[in-house]
């Protein structure tokens, strides 16, 4: 082993991780897809944050809803009116807001524990390991919308009754990757190393496991938001999201109760739904754009 | 003709074989455990919550106190909770599952009358999902990076990112209801015309007409799943050695994709299968609601806005039951397939 004079082991972390970060980013670059993905979530996130700027918020109001009952597309309307003469448009940017921020904070209870759970089953060995697998097992059969339906009726109806619901219920695949991920790296030489010299259970999984396994949590967060995102949809689809909330969901929701599909107003079904796909879509292609690079494995070797 | 060469060695499998038997119990004492699970999360989801169960359950509906005890006796919510399970098990056990707050009979009757268009849709769903998918997938896996493969793969990734009940709102405005001068070629929901007979053979065309456009949104929302799979397990596939062996004793190399790569490629897919059945079950939820199609999904999305607890459930139980089933069977289809995995 070589040890360094003049950079205290802090600078060579640092150093080592930066330039592991600049690498990853060149791959990432050259992935087109990702690429497109990136642009279009800037995209998205931009629209979230700028919404105070980009549309009034009195628009959401129902009783100073200034259009008629499902107008079509205008000059002052782009997208239209839906059936409470609200402009379309200004419902779909703040929309955004609801979707995103269910979806990230979905993702951040999932990956947490999906987290604790894949490290905890694959670190340590005996019963309680076999138990947190068999947990992580059964939640991963169990089928996630029936679940979601029991959990978020019991629970009621709240932004972060939603969050709760989509992350408890959709974190066994990142608790699989993490578990297996956790068993190679428990494997390795330098963890037998850092065990000889003395280095107890919680140093060497937050030192030595969690750094190893944390850029495929990373990758897989990416993925996780997409799916978190179709779920809250489809959740207030269900009608099961917060009723004083516009998000994408409970426009479709409030399109299909008024039969838009049958009266041909196109234009309260279709932009929201775009809108799903697109962002989905662009979280599914950096996630997946992340693990290409990130997992050697799926590195084309051409 | 690709000849990559895998670097990375795989583990060999020899010593590590058990008897299938062995394999076969483990794996059935995994889904009784995991059915035993779903019931124990059923009981007491409602009950361990701060609160008063009967207020949730009534949710304001009573005005006097005296209402209140009523209602806790009809659902002997005034025992205590070990005699509530037992109570509990045994409805479950007798197919019985509790009373529905809104038809007023045994939510057990409710469910096994509302299986069958589900089975249907479901089952035709999956099996046209699983033959279309693993096809697109062998096809862009064979001729990767080719215009065949760039489309199906955004054409998939772009249906994976849709909600299923989307498409087929979509599909309903487009082939139910027509645009412009086109006229709707399907009925825009519902299972059977009220004028026909469903047990003639009239009757069957009819609901199969009406089944038709469900089932195409059902299969295209997830055949994304099985042509993604089975692309990037073929292309595993591909690199192996024993394609090289195989392609070195002189066979051409459409026999060696045919009748070697694919059906190895072929495993993972099982597995989704059986995974899948999970996320057809929660689509036909969505969709049964899209299409007014009187099954269990439309029961549960019915029951939501009451609340009628008994029967979210029943149902509950009914779909993870199935899940859980449709798993273990994979499983044991897979421990017959591919030995290795007997550990």
């Known amino acids: 082993m070589t040890s360094t004079q003049t950079l205290t082991p802090a600078q060579v972390a640092r150093r080592r991780r930066s330039a592991s970060l600049k690498a990853t980013w060149r791959l990432l670059r050259a992935n087109r897809s990702g690429m497109v993905g990136l642009v279009l979530l800037v995209a998205f996130i931009l629209v979230a944050l700028l919404a105070p700027v980009l549309a009034d918020s009195q628009g959401l109001e129902v009783t100073r809803a200034t259009g008629g009952v499902l107008e079509p597309p205008s000059l002052h309307y782009p997208l239209g009116t839906d059936d409470n003469g609200r402009s379309i448009l200004t419902l779909l940017i703040w929309g955004s807001r609801i979707s995103l921020f269910v979806g990230l904070s979905a993702t951040v209870i999932s990956m947490v524990i999906g987290t604790f759970m894949g490290l905890m089953s694959g670190f340590f060995e005996g019963r309680s390991a076999a138990l947190l697998f068999r947990v992580t097992e059964w939640f991963l059969v169990i089928p996630f919308l029936p679940l979601a339906i029991v959990l978020a009726s019991v629970l009621g109806r709240s932004l972060l009754n939603i969050a709760i619901v989509i992350g408890v219920t959709s974190w066994p695949g990142t608790a699989l990757l993490i578990r297996s991920q956790t068993l190679s790296v428990k494997e390795r030489p330098y963890l037998e190393r850092a065990r000889v010299l003395g280095a107890g259970r919680w140093h060497q999984m937050t030192r030595h496991v969690l750094p190893n396994v944390m850029p495929m949590v990373f990758a897989n967060t990416t993925l996780t938001v997409a799916i978190a995102i179709l779920s809250e949809t489809t959740l207030s689809f269900l009608g099961l999201g917060d009723p004083t909330r516009v998000s994408w969901g409970s426009m479709l929701e409030d399109a299909f109760s008024v039969g838009a599909m049958t009266t041909g107003a196109w234009w309260f079904i279709v932009p929201p739904g775009v809108c799903v796909v697109l962002v989905v879509l662009a979280f599914t292609l950096v996630g997946q754009a992340l693990e290409e690079v990130l997992n050697p494995r799926l590195r084309r070797s051409s | ?343």
Not at chain 2, 43 to 48: D, E, Y
Not at chain 2, 107 to 122: K, N, Q, S
Not at chain 2, 225 to 231: A, H, K
């Open chain 2, 1 to 343: 003709m690709t000849t990559t060469l895998v670097t990375a060695p795989t583990t060999s499998p020899v010593g590590r074989h058990r008897s299938y038997g062995r394999y076969l119990a483990g794996k059935i004492l995994g889904a009784v455990a995991s059915l035993f699970f779903v019931l124990v999360v059923n009981f007491f989801l409602f009950r361990v919550l701060p609160g008063d169960p009967a207020r949730t359950l009534g949710r304001g509906r009573f005005s006097s106190a005296a209402q209140l005890a009523e209602f806790r006796h009809t659902y002997g919510l005034d025992e205590s909770l070990p005699r509530q399970f037992v109570t509990f098990l045994h409805n479950t056990f007798t197919g019985q599952l509790g009373i529905s707050l809104r038809y007023r009979v045994p939510v057990g009757d409710l469910i096994w009358e509302r299986l069958w268009p589900t089975v249907m849709l479901v089952g035709t769903s999956t099996i046209l999902a699983t033959l279309i998918g693993v096809y697109i997938g062998m096809l862009g896996a064979w001729n990767r990076g080719g215009p065949f493969d760039r489309v199906s793969t955004g054409v998939t990734l772009t249906l994976y990112s849709m909600p299923e009940w989307w498409l087929g709102l979509l599909l309903i405005a487009g082939l139910a209801v027509g645009i412009g001068p086109l006229p709707g070629l399907f009925p825009t929901g519902g299972l059977h015309s009220t004028d026909v007979d469903p047990s003639s053979l009239k009757g069957v065309l009819d609901t199969a007409w009406h089944l038709t456009l469900p089932v195409i949104t059902l299969t295209l929302a997830y055949l994304a799943d099985y042509s993604l799979v089975m692309r990037s397990s073929l292309l595993d596939e591909l690199g192996e050695d024993y394609l090289l062996t195989a392609r070195a004793k002189g066979l051409r190399d459409i026999a060696v994709r045919r009748h070697h790569a694919v059906r190895n490629a072929l495993l993972p897919t099982t597995t989704i299968t059986a995974i899948n059945i999970g996320f057809v079950v929660s689509g036909a939820i969505t969709i049964e609601t899209v299409f007014s199609i009187p099954g269990l999904g439309l029961l549960s999305s019915e029951a939501l806005s009451i609340p009628d607890y008994w029967v979210l459930q029943g149902a509950f139980l009914v779909a993870s039951g199935a899940v859980i089933v449709a798993n273990l069977g994979a499983n044991l289809l897979y421990g017959l397939l591919d030995p290795r995995v007997r550990t």
